[in-house]
């Protein structure tokens, strides 16, 4: 089946610093989800893309889909502590009614 | 986007018994999943909540252990069935909404530990 391969898996960086996480996968995708979950919280949506080669922003979020539609990166810049918690990319192939595949998830600690 | 509540935030369980999820959305959405996310894990679609008609499961999960119903456009129940420890998990809720059915949106979880 579909399989997103997310990395890093975990990531501790100082407050101020700026973040990359991507998603790769062998599968050709249509639309690019990113998502945030914080500690006993559903996922939270954080940044859609829907045509290859699109690079769109939300605050410090920016997030790029892959012009080979195979993958896709999520920028955050000048880290905060509250960018703490677990990113999840998310994938749907075919038409919008397709299901959504998961990354395994970027686990993220911002230290003061 | 669509604002999601579920019934009961979480709860502890014996072995055995059985527990009922609730999902509430405040608008008429077009389609409503469950997931289950073990601990430390992704996410993992169980269920397409189908309304007036049975849900359509994913490969590894059954009806008779996750009964689901959607009686109308913004309401859906899971039942976790004769559970086991193994069935610890958070159950989430998620919805596509009527004209922006790329977007999905999740709603709180119910966290659940079986004992």
């Known amino acids: 089946g579909q399989q997103l391969n997310q990395s890093p898996q975990s990531m501790f960086i100082q407050e101020g610093e700026d973040v990359s996480m991507n998603c790769t996968s062998s599968?050709?995708?249509?639309?690019w989800l990113w998502y945030k979950q914080d500690p006993g919280e559903g996922p939270v949506l954080l940044i859609a893309?829907?045509?290859?080669?699109e690079l769109t922003s939300n605050g410090r979020l920016t997030a790029q889909f892959g012009i080979t539609r195979k993958d896709s990166f999520l920028n955050i810049s000048a880290s905060i502590p509250s960018d703490v918690g677990i990113y999840f990319c998310?994938?749907?192939?075919?038409?919008?009614?397709?299901?959504?595949?998961f990354g395994q998830g970027t686990i993220l600690t911002v230290h003061p | 986007s669509a604002v999601i509540s579920q019934k009961p935030s979480r709860d502890i369980c014996q072995r055995g018994t059985s527990l009922t999820i609730q999902c509430q959305v405040d608008?008429?959405?077009?389609?409503m999943f469950w997931y289950r996310q073990q601990p430390g894990q992704s996410l993992t679609l169980i269920a397409t909540?189908?309304?007036?008609?049975?849900?359509?499961?994913e490969s590894g999960f059954v009806i008779d252990k996750f009964p689901i119903s959607r009686p109308n456009l913004t309401f859906s129940t899971l039942t976790v069935s004769n559970m086991s420890p193994e069935d610890s998990s958070i159950y989430l809720c998620?919805?596509?909404?009527?004209?922006?059915?790329?977007?999905?949106?999740f709603g709180p979880g119910t966290r659940l530990t079986v004992l």
């Open positions: 909540a189908n309304q007036g008609s049975e849900a359509t499961y």
């Open positions: 599968s050709i995708f249509n639309t």
């Open positions: 998620s919805v596509k909404l009527a004209g922006v059915e790329s977007l999905q949106f």
């Open positions: 608008s008429q959405v077009t389609m």
């Open positions: 893309l829907y045509k290859a080669g």
């Open positions: 998310a994938a749907r192939g075919g038409t919008s009614y397709g299901k959504l595949t």
